[in-house]
Every structure is written in structure tokens, then in C-alpha cells.
């Protein structure tokens, strides 16, 4: 995996880049859509390339794992020949997962040891073997195994987690550096910053992070509970000491703005399930603002969904129809919506690079921040 | 609406012909997917026109009459301007509905007075403002409001059912025949013959529905719970007295063999809920047989879905991709086997109007009826 940045810009932190990988070259800032199972919910693959744009995926360790499972995923020569997407793919390491989903985990130096939250099934996660899980996906971009710890942990919590996932760290790079790509193409990994809400934390952790030289790192642990400002000063904070030449993938982020106020900080790349899972509650994120497409106001609105879209629903459906089908409950309201906020973010991202390039980010930026945020 | 009979087969009784609307033309034998609430569930219009190649689709009066209600409609133009589909539309009269779903229903000469199976809420139908109701979603074919008797009612109940069917059939064509389409095009009107598993009673009602000179005809009351044979008996002593220059429509029928066993017997248009909701619970018709996807057998099956299938899912996504996305509930699952199913059904008609063309369709059908049916 190679990076390029090609431009950075005068105003803010702001940069746009290029990810060369494997499978494809991704332009950045990126978002990438969420598929954590292997798909990503209500889209085709067919709509990820064709009216969503998706340049990279994401797929989650934790859930391939459990289901289909390794056996398969190997049979199938992983996940891109599996699923038959052909573009790159990222996987969460499963970290989150553990512990966030599956019951009776238990921590201890050597791992993790959970029950599967479909089953109550007995596993143990290592972070040696979910790198070798992650050889078996064939993801373009593997992350660290990591400890998450919740946004309210205290200090004393958060350090002592922090500095396992250290430890951790260098056993996972050590498996990834001692093993080979199952399929023939090259695998990279990612070391993961924590450190919570504490600024000394985080330096020493992004400080550990940049240390290993790899071709990309990552900021976890945020957007998980804490104020939107700690965020922001946290990757504010880390970004000063992770390379420039590097990368930077912000996990798990976040809103229209949380992209925007990132990227300005140097963020690359980011995924979030809330364009898809807050599209199938009825919230559409448009680039007037957002819609609550159940509300009656629009029921007999019938203008487009977003006159702006880019994605072939934006037209295709109006608001009303759409409205419709989510009060009959019918599973094309989830379909649309998910393509409509997929296509939305990934034209927003788009946007950037190409202000960044033209050097008027911060000014666009600036009205950008209001109006995606703008309760329409 | 003019329907032009282009072939008849010489070993059977089907046929092959061409429907006229003023939303294009139908060739006929057809299969209409259902799109109960104004969409076919987990089917976007895009792929219903460029992936399946439907000709014609299915509304359903009682459904849409609640939801969005007949007030958005008519603001919208109608359900083709609501929906964004440019093709003709069925709407079946809510008859069936008004019976299966609502709660408290009473039925009397006037009509039948009914609570929504949505919210309780008290409404009544008749058989002039369910043509009313149909005058504002703009279909291009509607149905009669009629009353579909239970698979096991007995003889004196279906005889009277079938009678009040026949009154309500005179007041529904007074209110057709006294009222203007509401949008400038055509809409066109057809009765139901009714009469149940009872000889006599089809010959009946089918020498009344043919005295009215429509411009097509339908077939009610079957497939709700006899037995195939009797299904088939009925529909040849209808189809010997229904006009051969009126297109045929037999009800919500059916499985694939049902479909060209009834081809056979000289219907031409055919509706069934059977390739989606099936489909959704993983069952795929294919040509070579019936897959329950759900099997464990499949779990490492990489091939295609069907290698004869003429949608993109089917060389899109394998077989064992498919398995993992019913097993793991995710919703390009039922979004896939619809798409497929829909495929099929329409393949299957297309097919079946080539081989009548070509003079071969009895051969065809002896092999094909069962092929469809052997479970893979």
C-alpha cells in the first residue's frame, strides 16, 4: 500500500491524498461504507459502485468470524471473492465487538475470551489470531486487535487498557510481520491510538502508534459517549504527532460535520453506520440538511429527496413516496434511504478533496458545517 | 385497452397475445409481481424495469385506500406519478383484503363495512367507491369488488356469495361506466368470475361475466385453499366460455407448474405474492428446480444462483454468499431472492409465449412443468 498526498491545505490541517492498494486506489478523505457482515445493509454492489461511488468497504472480524466463518471465507478465497466486491476493503479488527456485543467476556493478558452474541458459543480473540482471521478475510487493510474503553472510563481505566493494547500491538504486528497473504495480494495493518478522553494518554499512545512505521494508523476510541469538543481536541492532539505521510483513519465517525471538523484536522478517512442505520430509521442527510422523512410535512411533498443527489434515488423517488413507504413500513424505505445517505456522504467527502485541491476548504467548509447540520 | 391474439398453440389451449394500454403494452401469457402498497417489496422500479423486465405491476385498492390514502394519491397524480412507474398497473379491488385481513368486517347488499387491520379505524366499501377509489390511483386495469368465498365454503354460501358478486358487479360497471378517468389516459375494468369449486356455479358466473362485453376478464376465488385439481378443473370450464378475444386473468396463482399448467388451459395474465415473499423466506425458483437456500448444503456452493438466470444477481452473488446473508438476516438477502424469484417468473412467461410462437409449447411444457417443480 502506497500514499501519496497530493495536496494539503493553507487554511486548516486539511489534506487530500491517495491510498494505492491492492484492489484499487482511494482517494481521500474517504468515508467508507460500513458492511459488516460482508454486505452493506439494503445495497447491492452493484449501487456501491454505480450511483454510491464507494471507493473502500469496511467488514467487521468479530461478525465474519462468527458467521459465515473462517472455513467458508477460506474456501471462498475471501471476503472480495465471497461477496464479488472488487474494490479495496478495511476490517475492524472485532475489538469493539467484543466487547460491546458478546456477553461474559473476560479479559486477561492474553486476550479476550467472549461468547457469541448469536449462539453463546465459547471464543477467544487474540492479537495474533485476529490477525490470522483477517489473513483468511483477505482485507486490503486490517486493523489491530484493541481494547475499547468506554467514553466514561476513568484514568487510571483507560491507561492501563491503553497500555495492553500497546502490548497487544506488538504481538499483532509481530504475527502480521511473521506471516504471509493467503490470495496473493498485499495485506497491510494498522495500528490503532487509544488513551480515552486524557490528552498526556494520547500522546503517549500516538507517540507508541507512529513509532512502528506502518503505512497507516488509526485513532480509536473516540465518538464513543464523550462531548463532541473532546473529540475534536483529542484528534486535534494526535494528529500533531501521527506522520503526515501517513494515512489517518478515524474510527467510527460520525456526523456530516464530525467529517467535516475532521477532515480540517487532518483526518483521512472515516466509517460510520450512521448514514445506513439512522437511513433506515427515516433520517436523510441531505445537502440542505436534515430530514426526517416520517414527519407529515412531507407528505405530500413531491420533490425530489435531495435536488442536489447524486445517486439515482435522489430523483427517481420524492420525498412523499418516500415518507409513504416508511409508514407502510415497506422495505424499499430502507433501501432508498441507505443508498440516498451513502451517495450523500460520499459526495460530501468528494467535495472536500476537491476544495482542499482548489485550495477554498475552509471557506466552504465553514458554510458547509451549518448547513448539514440544519434540522430541515 | 385492445388485446390482439397473435398465436394459438395447437396441442393446448394456451395462447399468446398482446395487451394495448395507455402505458404500454403487455405480451401476454404475463406475470404482474405484486406491489401491494404502491412498491414491490425490496425491488427497486430501476431493477423491475432493467433487470426483470416487468411488464405490468400489481396495486392492491384496500392497502393503498389506508395508506397513503386516496388524498396523496390524487395530489400525486395518481399512483404511476406517486410511484415513478411508467408502465401499466393492476389494481386488484380490495375484495380479498377487505376478507383475509380486516377485523369485524359485516357484509351487507350495500357493501361490506370493515375496520383496518393498521389502526382499528371504521370504513366502507362498495362497489362504486371502490371503482371510485381506483378512478384516483389511476390504474390502468381495475377489478370488480367482489366477494371471494372460503376454498371450503359450501355449496348454498358460494352460490349466494357468487350472486351478491354478480350484483355488485352490475353496480360497479354502472359507476365505471358513468365516471371519467381522472388523468386523461384510459382505464379499463375487469369482472370477476366467482363460483368456487362448484361446477355449475363457475359455468354461471362465467356466462354472466361474459355477457358484459369487457375487455378482459378474471378469475377469482381459486388457490385459496383447494386442491390444485379442483383449480384446474374450474379454470377449463370457465376458460370454454370466457370470449378467446378477451385476455384472461386467473388471481393470485401461483408456483411456476401452476402457472404453465393454467398457460395450458388459456389464461393470460397471472399475479402471485409467491416469488417475493418466498423468496424472502429463501426459497428460489429456478429453471432447474426449487432451492431452499437456507440449507446447509449450500454453505460452500460458489456457483451462481441459477447459471441460466437472466438477472445480474444470478451471476452476481453465488449460492453460498447468498446462504450466509438469509442465515445472518441481512437484508440484500430477501432484496437478491426477490429479484431472482421475479426474474424467473418472468422468464418463464417470455419463454412460454416463444415456445406458443413456435408451435413447440406443449412439448416444452411437459419437460418444464417438471423441472420447475423438483425441489434441488
Chains 1, 2 share one sequence.
Not at 482485507?139 to 500497546?166: L, N, V, W
Not at 496473493?184 to 488513551?195: H, N
Not at 420533490?303 to 415497506?330: M, Q, W
Request: glycine residues 10%; contains cysteine.
Amino acid at each position: 500500500m502506497t500514499f501519496q498526498l497530493l495536496h494539503t491545505d493553507s487554511g486548516s490541517k486539511a489534506r487530500h491524498g491517495l491510498i494505492t492498494t491492492a484492489h484499487g486506489q482511494i482517494p481521500t478523505p474517504i468515508f467508507m461504507p460500513v458492511g459488516t457482515l460482508g454486505s452493506v445493509k439494503g445495497v447491492h454492489f452493484k449501487e456501491l459502485r454505480e450511483d454510491i461511488n464507494a471507493k473502500i468497504i469496511l467488514g467487521n472480524t468479530y461478525h465474519l468470524y462468527l458467521r459465515p466463518g473462517t472455513e467458508i471465507l477460506h474456501k471462498a478465497g475471501g471476503l472480495h471473492q465471497f461477496n464479488g466486491w472488487d474494490r479495496p476493503i478495511l476490517t475492524d479488527s472485532g475489538g469493539y465487538q467484543v466487547f460491546s456485543l458478546s456477553e461474559n467476556r473476560k479479559l486477561s493478558e492474553e486476550g479476550a475470551m467472549f461468547r457469541s452474541h448469536i449462539d453463546g458459543s465459547k471464543h477467544f480473540f487474540t492479537p495474533e489470531n485476529v490477525v490470522d482471521i483477517q489473513r483468511v478475510i483477505g482485507s486490503d487493510i486490517m486493523m489491530a486487535f484493541d481494547e475499547c474503553a468506554p467514553g466514561d472510563a476513568d484514568y487510571q481505566y483507560t491507561k492501563k487498557s491503553m497500555e495492553r493494547t500497546h502490548r497487544w500491538l506488538k504481538r499483532g504486528l509481530e504475527r502480521f510481520d511473521s506471516t504471509e497473504a493467503h490470495y496473493g495480494y498485499e495485506q497491510t495493518f494498522f495500528p490503532i491510538v487509544q488513551g480515552g478522553g486524557y490528552r498526556d494518554l494520547r500522546i503517549q499512545s500516538a507517540e507508541t502508534i507512529a513509532a512502528q512505521g506502518r503505512q497507516g494508523n488509526a485513532i480509536g476510541g473516540l465518538a464513543v459517549g464523550e462531548p463532541t469538543e473532546v473529540m475534536y481536541e483529542m484528534v486535534e492532539v494526535v494528529n500533531n504527532i501521527l506522520p503526515t505521510d501517513k494515512p489517518r483513519y478515524l474510527m467510527g465517525v460520525g456526523t456530516p460535520a464530525n467529517l467535516l471538523e475532521n477532515i480540517a484536522l487532518g483526518v483521512d478517512m472515516f466509517d460510520c453506520v450512521m448514514p445506513t442505520r439512522n437511513g433506515r430509521n427515516g433520517m436523510m442527510f441531505t445537502s440542505e440538511g436534515i430530514i426526517n422523512i416520517r414527519n407529515e410535512k412531507w407528505k405530500d411533498d413531491f420533490s425530489p429527496i435531495d435536488p442536489n443527489g447524486k445517486s439515482y434515488v435522489d430523483t427517481a423517488y420524492s420525498k412523499a413516496y418516500l415518507r409513504h413507504l416508511f409508514i407502510a413500513g415497506e422495505m424499499l424505505a430502507s433501501q432508498i434511504a441507505s443508498i440516498h445517505n451513502l451517495a450523500f456522504y460520499l459526495w460530501l467527502v468528494e467535495e472536500a478533496r476537491n476544495h482542499i485541491a482548489a485550495g477554498t476548504f475552509a471557506a466552504w467548509k465553514a458554510i458547509m458545517v451549518k448547513k448539514v447540520a440544519t434540522r430541515l
